[in-house]
């Protein structure tokens, strides 16, 4: 980031400049861009107030009269907040940026690789898919079953990775971090066989 | 005081631009006069019917005048021409069984359409119905127009907006912003009034069904979900009933007139009169006569509905998810909004009431509000409408095509826009120097099931060995809806070049030449028009002349003055089929000038009056 201001050159510029008031090219990072700490555990209402204020500030419409440099910084830094809005509000995301931040990136897919307590319901799974397909109703409700207990499975997560995530914003602990990413992993394996489930 | 007057004078000067509803059917441009939208007037009324034709001596005909065309010369003839906005022709077939388009051979991810024996691409002809909207704006607001907003249907991909863009520059525009139409109508109503709530906007227009749903907060609009499907409107219903019309006539006839386009477009009118009246009545009649025969049936509404019921309820399903997307059930919907001619149909209010439990509002005309919330959007961007902000979404997923054919998203559908997003590519061979990354638009897994946006040409990255060039590249999609692509080598900061190749779409050279040439037109049609004007000029100086030969006057002239007038008629003959308007007025003047003398000389009144073209007898 440039530490002068680029229209007047004035040191130090935040959001806009102190001096003639020019907008400045955003800051990349989601927490310093809404200006919050960079927590997991977080103040939804918080954000949205931030997130309307911010819009009225930033957002293009505001800009079309002003000049082309300005203008594209508009656009930039409002795609940085709309994108900004969308992880940081939902915790599963949050805690993935978090975790990319921290060089732990789990990847688009996650791991390809069963998880050893899941190997058994996974190919009762794949069984009963198989039969539905052939026409075999009575797998319907073993589908219908095993999707319950994964939905159970994910809320039982959500309750862990909250603890987690209080966890992490009270000491930085490197420990933590690697255990909700194991956590994260195992959630997104298992809203897979969800979504699977859903297409049967 | 003076603190009241600089406030009231910063809200003086309004900026002249335009919000224009470049609509399927019908098309208005409307203005932000004195905190107020209004739709501005053309000669012929508020609005042009979103028809093009091409004249006899190669002019084009545009609006109210071109619907008459479209009758007795449909085969240089277009309308809904929206219809073809962005598309391929694979995209349009299903159209084609039911639109008289005359699809140019050779076309293919760009459509020419034929008008006559010109070819023609759809924002060519848009952009024709733009000028029109262009010019009618000036003369109403009394001074140069360049700068819209254009309303699209929400659901348009990036290749449908980019077209509507095109049409714009092409028609001499400006577009400072494409907004979608449901969201403008939300504007329209000023239902920021109320500080809170959820609004669902449902927009059933000529040929485009569009859902939206909205969270107001404190002027912001926020959109939170859009559907539709760009192939359902009003022209659905027309086509419905043609065909069943057809059918009578084939039988009561023994003639098969579906390939007759007169015919055709006749009985178009007709049942479009008929499915109008029905919002009105219980029962009315399709009246069609053709070459001496004549067809009458009657239609009742409850029949009517019973028609158009599957048509409606394809409109329901969009509904659904739409508010599934947007997390809200129909009891948390406050208001709903009805936008689009087709809305006038009482089956598809009563359908639209029981679906969201909440009786819409009607109180603006459906035809009107899209225009009107066009110019509230136009006003935001002049800064003479403070407080109101538009935050919508795109509509369809962006994603790249991976390995396998298969697409990984990277901005989901019903994310607020502007949004980006970035991905890192690099070479598969040693010393590879391009990569192309194909980009797509839509929900299925598979590249061959979601439309192709362009291809982006990664190029001249310095030899390496497979694997170690990193590319950022980084898609936008900016306010518009539209995706911006730009691309940095990770390693050396350097901007990376790209070539864009759309997949459906004009290449920014084809509009710069499109533009170039209606420039060309613009000029030859101006010339033509003032070459066409100064010849009505010289008629009615050599009329006049005519008759004060017959005069006695004229016998008492000199033999000089008689051969000066000889002369100078001569020599307006020789240039009177000149192209160059200039020319003509010296001739027509320099007769003037001529005949000045006879007049002055003779002192005779009649003479005079009758120069000046007035009719003669009349001063006996
Ligand atoms: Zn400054």
Redesign the pocket.
Known sequence: MESN??????SA?ERF??????LQPPPADYFVFFGLPAQLSLDGKELEKQFYALSRQLHPDIFARKSQREREYSLEATAVLNDGFRVLRDPIQRAMYVLKKQGLDIGEQGTRDVPPELLEEVFDLNMALEEMKFGDEEARTQILGARERFEGMCKEIDGELKKLFAAWDAGHDAEVLTEIRGLLNRRKYITNLIKQTETA | MSQMFQIEFDNVPEERIVGIDLGTTNSLVAHMTLGSPRVLEGHDGKIVPSVVSLGDNGGFIIGNAARQELIDHPERSIYSVKRLMGRGVDDVQEELKLFPFRIAEGSESVIQVMLGDRKMTPPEISALILRQLKLNAEEALGGPVTRAVITVPAYFNDAQRQATRDAGRIAGLEVLRLVNEPTAAALAYGLDKRKEGIVAVYDMGGGTFDISILKLHDGIFEVLATNGDTHLGGDDIDNLLIRIALEDVQSEWGEDISHVGEAVQTLRQAVIRAKEELSFVPVTSIEFAWHGKSYKRELTRELFENLIRGIVDRTLGPCRDCMKDAGVTPEQIDEVVLVGGSTRIPLVRSAVEVLFRAKPHTELNPDEVVALGAAVQAGILAGTVENQLLLDVTPLSLGIETYGGVVTKIIHRNSTIPASASETFTTAVDGQSNVLIHVLQGERELVKDNRSLARFDLKGIAPMPAGFARIEVRFLIDANGILNVMARDARTGNEQSVEVKPSYGLTDEQVEAMIEASIDHAEEDLNARQAAEARVDADTILIALERAKKNAAYGELSEEERQAISAAVIQLQAVYNSTDHLLIREKVEALNQATMSLAEAQMNTAVRSALKGTHIDAER
């Open positions: 201001c680029w229209n007047c050159g004035a510029p400049c102190a001096d003639c008031k020019a």
